[in-house]
C-alpha cells in the first residue's frame, strides 16, 4: 500500500459502523477523505491523534478509489481554547464550514494555512473581530473575489485624502463624502490581505477601525 505523509485539519466526520469512522480532513495535498478503522473504540491508537480544531501528523495510506485509511496520527497542535468560549467556537465552526465547502471546488494549499492561522488566532490572544476579519478578507481572495485596494469601483486610484464607502453591488470601493473607509482604514486592510494572521495581530492601533475593517470584510465576502 502506498502511503503519504502530511498535515491535517478535520473538516467533517462521521460515524460509520460499529467502531470506525470517516473523516474529511483538510491538507496542503487537498482534501482527503479517509476511512479511520477502530477510532471510536476506547484504547484505540488513533482515537487521540484526529480531534477538531486541531493540526494532526497523519499517514495516510491509499484504499479503494479515493478513500483513504488512516495509519498513523499524532496530535501536533491542539487548540483547547476554542472550545472554552462559546463566541470562538461558533466562528471556529463557520470557518471550517465555509473552508470546506470551498476547498473542494478550489484546489489550493493556501486553504490549510489559511485555517491553521484562524485556528491559532481563536485559540490566542487575537481579537475575535480582528481573526474574522482576516479570515474574510482571505475568504473572498481565494474564492477568486479579492477586494481591490488599489483602485475604486470606478477605477481611479484610492486617494488617501478622500473617504469610501463598500459597495456591495460592485464588491468594490466607492469614493463618497460621508464614506467611513479612509486612509487608515485602507492602510490596515492592505496589510490583513498581505501578511499572516499572526503578524497582522502584532500591529498596535487599529481598534478604532476595526469595526468598520469588519463590516467591509463580511460584506466582501459574501457569507
Given amino acids: 500500500m502506498s502511503t503519504e505523509r502530511t498535515k491535517a485539519i478535520v473538516l467533517r466526520r ?4 460499529e467502531a470506525d469512522r470517516i473523516v474529511t480532513l483538510l491538507t496542503p495535498l487537498g482534501q482527503r477523505s479517509v476511512m479511520a478503522r477502530g477510532v471510536r473504540r476506547e484504547k484505540s491508537r488513533l482515537a487521540g491523534g484526529i480531534e477538531l480544531f486541531a493540526v494532526s501528523d497523519v499517514v495516510l495510506g491509499r484504499g479503494k478509489g479515493d478513500l483513504y485509511v488512516l495509519t498513523q496520527a499524532r496530535l501536533e497542535n491542539f487548540y483547547r481554547a476554542i472550545l472554552e468560549d462559546y463566541d470562538r467556537l461558533q466562528f471556529g465552526y463557520e470557518a471550517i464550514k465555509l473552508i470546506d465547502r470551498a476547498s473542494r471546488d478550489i484546489d489550493t494549499p493556501e486553504w490549510f494555512e489559511t485555517l491553521r492561522e484562524v485556528l491559532a ?8 473581530q480582528l481573526v474574522q476579519t482576516w479570515f474574510y478578507l482571505h475568504y473572498a481572495e481565494l474564492t477568486g473575489y479579492e477586494l481591490s485596494l488599489s483602485n475604486d469601483v470606478s477605477g481611479q486610484p484610492l486617494d488617501r485624502e478622500k473617504c469610501y464607502m463598500y459597495d456591495p453591488i460592485e464588491r468594490g470601493l466607492r469614493l463618497a463624502e460621508q464614506g467611513e473607509i479612509r486612509a487608515d482604514h485602507i492602510k490596515f486592510l492592505r496589510l490583513a490581505v498581505q501578511k499572516p494572521l499572526h503578524i497582522v495581530a ?3 492601533g487599529v481598534e478604532q477601525i476595526l469595526p468598520d ?5 463580511r460584506q466582501h465576502a459574501a457569507v
Fill in 213 to 217: 475593517c469588519w463590516l467591509l470584510a
Fill in 14 to 17: 462521521t460515524n460509520y459502523g
Fill in 121 to 128: 488566532g481563536l485559540a490566542g490572544a487575537v481579537p475575535l
Fill in 202 to 204: 502584532q500591529i498596535g
